[in-house]
């Protein structure tokens, strides 16, 4: 039973199992005041209490108010070199066992956290300790990888180097941190991905094309104009980019409310998108719509949808590049344009085992480095590189 309420040493919990249905929970309590918080709540079958046991010797007891949750307890080693020992709970899965031991646990003092808290703190500082925070949160096995190799110490080595390299050959020291600067745009979103908007007048294609895209129904596809309401968007990946879709209302100006603010929303969106796919009909002649978005989105990526009907326009008649040809409807030509928005979102994917800054902090460190580097300040280059490399390598 929870002893009564007392302020003592902080102490923090939370669980470190997913919120789901599962045979076992595990729920971690950190902070000075961990074993002090888990000895009022555990109640160990038999002897000693568990701040008695050492670390890594599994306790079996019970946790919880009334009977309790059958747990086993577990001191474990300070996730943080040189801080107090934590505790690990594994009470039965599902949400039901997991409240009683966490709710016990806040009584006796503990502050529930956020699951993902205790990643970051055991995440600490040092840039591979960032990574393997990341890694949890990583959406495709690509981004994962890049990850792993920033946990392994990729940036860590190159930046190294760098170091090395900085006062004999400053010149070359400042190319080295451009090419990891060039990086950065893919180390920045590889927890948060990229954003596609697909782009076009009703009934081009849009929708069909999004669920292509994603390989399952997701948006409303009607032949009448302005179907899509709202912008729909969902997650998917391409060449292992994660990527947020987002199939944009109709862009025409219409009457009806609705569809106005689904309007307004799908330009807002684009406009912030990493790249937008162009939608053109390729089967109906070009309208005056199709021109002004060609006009208006130079930069986007042309699509030509169904190619499986006979064509009623020339590729050249929408600009010096060549649209992909596709069809929504069969899937042909897909691949080929996902396979072009992969390399648009990301035109030079890092090496296998490339440092890759992916913190913003980073990206600040390297230009600040830079700056001082360009201005004859090796020392302070130097300072600012080494904040990127873990202490037992630098
Ligand atoms: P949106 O308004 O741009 O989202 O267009 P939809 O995806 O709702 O499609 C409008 C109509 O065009 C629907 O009847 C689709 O079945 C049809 N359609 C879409 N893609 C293709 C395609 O590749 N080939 C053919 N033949 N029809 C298509």
């Not at 005041?33 to 701040?51: C, I, N, T």
């Not at 096995?141 to 890049?146: D, S, W």
């Not at 179907?227 to 219409?254: H, K, M, N, Q, S």
């Not at 440092?355 to 580097?373: D, I, M, N």
Request: aromatic share 2%; glycine share 10%; hydrophobic share 45%.
């Amino acid at each position: 039973m929870a002893g009564p309420l007392r302020p003592g040493p902080p102490a923090r919990v939370c669980v470190l199992t997913p919120d789901a249905r599962g045979a076992v929970a595990v729920v971690r309590i950190w902070g000075p005041g961990a074993l002090d918080v888990a000895d009022r709540v555990f109640r160990p079958a038999r002897g000693a209490p568990l701040s008695a046991t050492p670390p890594g010797r599994p306790r079996f007891g019970r946790a919880g108010a009334g009977l309790g949750d059958e747990v086993v307890a577990l001191v474990v080693g300070a996730a943080v070199p040189g801080g107090p020992v934590e505790v690990e709970l594994h009470c039965h899965g599902g949400p039901t066992p997991v409240a009683l031991v966490v709710d016990a646990l806040v009584e006796a003092g503990a502050e529930k956290s956020r699951p993902l808290a205790w990643v970051r703190h055991a995440a600490g500082r040092s840039v591979p300790a960032q990574a393997r925070a990341d890694l949890a949160r990583a959406p495709t096995l690509r981004t994962a990888e890049i990850l792993l190799e920033q946990a392994g110490g990729a940036l860590g080595r190159e930046v190294t180097g760098l170091i090395r390299g900085a006062e004999t050959d400053p010149g070359s020291a400042v190319a080295g941190i451009d090419r990891l600067l060039a990086r950065a745009p893919v180390g920045l979103r590889l927890v948060r991905g990229w954003t596609v908007a697909l782009a076009g007048r009703p009934n081009v294609g849009k929708s069909r094309l999004l669920n292509a895209l994603a390989g399952y129904d997701r948006a409303i596809v009607d032949p009448t104009p302005g179907t899509t309401r709202d912008v729909v968007t969902l997650r998917t990946a391409f060449d292992g980019w994660p990527v947020e879709l987002a199939d944009t209302a109709g862009l025409r100006d219409a009457d009806d409310a609705i569809e106005s603010a689904g309007i307004a929303l799908a330009r807002a969106r684009q406009a912030g998108a990493d790249l937008t796919l162009l939608v053109l009909d390729r089967s109906e002649p070009l309208t005056g719509d199709d021109r002004a978005l060609l006009a208006r989105r130079p930069a986007a990526l042309v699509v030509a949808n169904k190619c499986d009907l006979p064509a009623a326009w020339d590729a050249a008649e929408v600009g010096p590049i060549s649209p992909i040809t596709v069809s929504a409807e069969r899937g042909d030509g897909v691949e080929r344009l996902v396979a072009e928005a992969a390399r648009r979102l990301v035109p030079e994917p890092p090496e296998p085992g490339a440092g890759v800054p992916f913190r913003r902090a980073h990206v600040r460190r390297l230009q600040a480095a830079r700056e001082a580097l360009q201005a004859g300040r090796i020392a302070t280059a130097v300072d600012r590189l080494r904040g990127l490399v873990p202490a037992a390598s630098k």
